[in-house]
C-alpha cells in the first residue's frame, strides 16, 4: 500500500502493445503498470483517455504521439518507442511540452539487414512467384528460362538511406557477395565508414541509374515522401528491382504497381506498405513482387532486445532522469 506521504508510490506507465511476460515482470518492478495485452490497437482516443495519470507509456510503430495528444496528457515524461523509426512521434511537440522520447537503435542493426538481404535475394530469383507456381501444381518439366531472376553476386547494389542498417546491407553485399556498392545519403559518411562497407558515395541520379539492386533504408520524414514516385522509377534500369525495409509512405506504392505491371523495373521485395497493414491491391494483383507482413525486425531475440531496450528506457527516465537512447535529449537537460 502507497504511504500517504505518496513517499514510495511507483509512477504509473502505460504499455500500450502485448509484449513479452518478463518485461513486464521487469516494468512492475518500478511501475504501476497497465497493459494491453493484446494485438489490438487502441484508437487515438483510447490511448488518451488511457494514458491519464500516467507518467511514461511505451509505444510501438502503430501508436502516434501526436501534438494534440500531448496536450490532453500534461503528466507524461516520456514516450518510449519500441522500434528504430520514429515517424509515429511528432518530436518537436514532445519537445515542447518536455516529454523525452525514445527509440531502440542498434539492437535490430544486423537482423533487419539479414531480412533486407534475404527480401534482395528472394525478390531477384524470384523465389516466391516459383514457390507459388509450384504450390499450384504447375511444376511438370525443367525449361531453360523457367524462373530466371537476376544476378546478385558481382552486381551493383545501391543503398538510399546510409545509417546503421544501410551499413549493414552494404558489408553484406560487398563482402559477402563481391557486390560494387554505391550509395546515397543526405550526408556522406567518413572515409573509415565507406572503407569499411566497401560504399561509394553518388548522387540519387547516378544511384538510380546504376543499381542493380536498389535497397531503400531511410527514415520517413515530410521530405521523405514517395521519394521514390514514377519519376524515379523510370530512371532505374529495366533489370532492377527495388526493396523497401524502411517505410511505407517513401514509395509511392500505386505508381511502384504500374512500373511492375509494365516491366519498368524487373521486381520489388516490400516490406512495408502506404497505410498498412493495408496494401495497395494493385501491388496483391502483380507477380513480380514479394510482399512481407513488416518483419525485419521480427527474431524473438531482437524483439527482445527492443522490448527490453524500451523498458530500461522507462525506468532511466522516470528513475534516475536519464535514458539510454533518447531522440530529444536536450528534454532531459533542460
Ligand atoms: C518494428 C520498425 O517492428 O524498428 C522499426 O522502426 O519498423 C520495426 O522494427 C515496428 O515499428 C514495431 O514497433
Not at 500517504?4 to 502505460?14: H, R
Not at 543503398?159 to 553485399?173: S, T
Not at 546504376?210 to 534500369?237: C, F, R, W
Request: glycine share 8%.
Amino acid at each position: 500500500m502507497a504511504h500517504p506521504s505518496g513517499e514510495g508510490v511507483k509512477p504509473a506507465v502505460l504499455v500500450a502493445r502485448r509484449i513479452f511476460p518478463e518485461v513486464l515482470a521487469r516494468l512492475r518492478q518500478h511501475f504501476d503498470v497497465e497493459a494491453n495485452e493484446t494485438d489490438d490497437v487502441w484508437s487515438a482516443a483510447e490511448l488518451a483517455r488511457r494514458l491519464q495519470g500516467k507518467a511514461g507509456v511505451l509505444t510501438t510503430g502503430t501508436e502516434r504521439i501526436t501534438a494534440e495528444l500531448l496536450a490532453a496528457t500534461p503528466g507524461l515524461k516520456i514516450v518510449a518507442n519500441m522500434a528504430v523509426g520514429y515517424n509515429n512521434f511528432d518530436v518537436p511537440a514532445c519537445t515542447a511540452h518536455g516529454v523525452l522520447a525514445t527509440n531502440t537503435p542498434d539492437v535490430l542493426t544486423d537482423t533487419t539487414a539479414d531480412f533486407g538481404f534475404a527480401l534482395l535475394m528472394a525478390t531477384a530469383r524470384r523465389m516466391a512467384e516459383s514457390e507459388h507456381f509450384l504450390r499450384a501444381g504447375l511444376w511438370n518439366r525443367w525449361s531453360i528460362d523457367m524462373f530466371a531472376g537476376t544476378e546478385v553476386h558481382g552486381s551493383t547494389l545501391g543503398i538510399l538511406g546510409m545509417g546503421r542498417i544501410g551499413q549493414g546491407i552494404a558489408r553484406r553485399g560487398a563482402h559477402g557477395f563481391d557486390m560494387r556498392v554505391i550509395y546515397h545519403n543526405r550526408s556522406r559518411l567518413d572515409a573509415a565508414t565507406e572503407a569499411a562497407c566497401g560504399a561509394t558515395y553518388v548522387s540519387k541520379a547516378d544511384l538510380l541509374a546504376q543499381a542493380d539492386h536498389l535497397v531503400l533504408v531511410l527514415p520517413y520524414t515530410a521530405s521523405n515522401h514517395h521519394i521514390i514516385g514514377a519519376p524515379e522509377l523510370a530512371q532505374m534500369k529495366p533489370t532492377a528491382t527495388l526493396i523497401n525495409i524502411a517505410r511505407g509512405g517513401i514509395v509511392d506504392d500505386a505508381a511502384l504497381a504500374q512500373a511492375l505491371r509494365s516491366g519498368q523495373i524487373a521486381a520489388a521485395g516490400l516490406d512495408v506498405f502506404e497505410g498498412e497493414p493495408q496494401v495497395h491491391p494493385d501491388l496483391l494483383t502483380v507477380p513480380n513482387v514479394v510482399l512481407t507482413p513488416h518483419i525485419a525486425s521480427a527474431t524473438l531475440a531482437t524483439r527482445r532486445a527492443m522490448a527490453n531496450l524500451a523498458a530500461d528506457n522507462l525506468i532511466a527516465c522516470l528513475t534516475e532522469g536519464s535514458a539510454l537512447t533518447p531522440i530529444n535529449p536536450e528534454v532531459l537537460s533542460a
